[in-house]
């Protein structure tokens, strides 16, 4: 029980000792989750690396320059050819040594992981991440086939590549390859509000998001 004399008090009826002080002030302060960093999240589309009709013969085909800018990167392959034949993607120092060495072919694409033999008709995918560096796509008939004369094989290969906002891709961190981890490597809204982003970014690197009082 305080003294009647305080300053502030409310005396009740019928317990004059009593009494109640003012409600304590209370401050109410909003808080939010935004994205506070690599907010602007790159676009990813297929962009066409090659497409070509070329007489066969029994010398390797060889396509450099399919180069992967962010971990998970897709590779789609589309062959068609009146005959079977091999198809694999090499990194491109092992695929260089092929035009002095064409018969080291087989021991060549025995270790890849992106390889088809004996296809005429096909499309396939294959992904790589930045680490495996430059590739090569390679064709050649296959060896017990006879090759016709005059007559074409198609090839066309397409690859995911950023096609927008691309800065976090060459990042030292390349958030633009963590995210594309999470999300398979499907093309990102450009209307994903910045709480989806960090819903996504936060999973990998919590610097990328934090709370931000409004």
């Not at 990167?73 to 092992?94: F, G, H």
Request: glycine share 4%.
């Amino acid at each position: 029980m305080l003294p009647v004399s305080v300053a502030g008090e409310i005396l009740s009826q019928p317990n004059a000792g009593r009494h109640f002080l003012a409600p304590n002030d209370v401050r109410i302060q909003y808080y939010s989750w935004n994205c506070v960093q690599s907010c602007d999240q790159p676009d990813f589309g297929w962009v066409q690396q090659v497409k070509e009709k070329y007489e066969l013969t029994k010398i390797l085909k060889i396509y450099d320059g399919l180069v992967p800018d962010h971990d998970g990167a897709q590779l789609s392959i589309r062959v068609k050819s009146p005959v079977p034949m091999a198809v694999a993607v090499l990194p491109s120092p092992i695929a260089g040594q092929l035009y002095g060495q064409p018969e080291s072919f087989e021991s060549a694409v025995a270790n890849s992981s992106c390889q088809q033999r004996g296809v005429q008709s096909s499309t396939s995918q294959c992904t790589f991440k930045v680490a495996d560096g430059p590739q090569s796509l390679v064709l050649v008939p296959e060896a017990s086939v006879n090759i016709p004369n005059h007559k074409n094989a198609e090839i066309e290969v397409q690859a995911v590549k950023c096609v927008d906002n691309c800065a976090a891709c060459r990042a030292p961190n390349r958030i633009c390859g963590a995210v594309m981890t999470v999300i398979s490597a499907r093309i990102v809204p450009r209307v994903m509000t910045s709480v989806a982003i960090c819903e996504r970014l936060a999973i990998l690197d919590s610097r990328a998001c934090r709370t931000v009082r409004q």
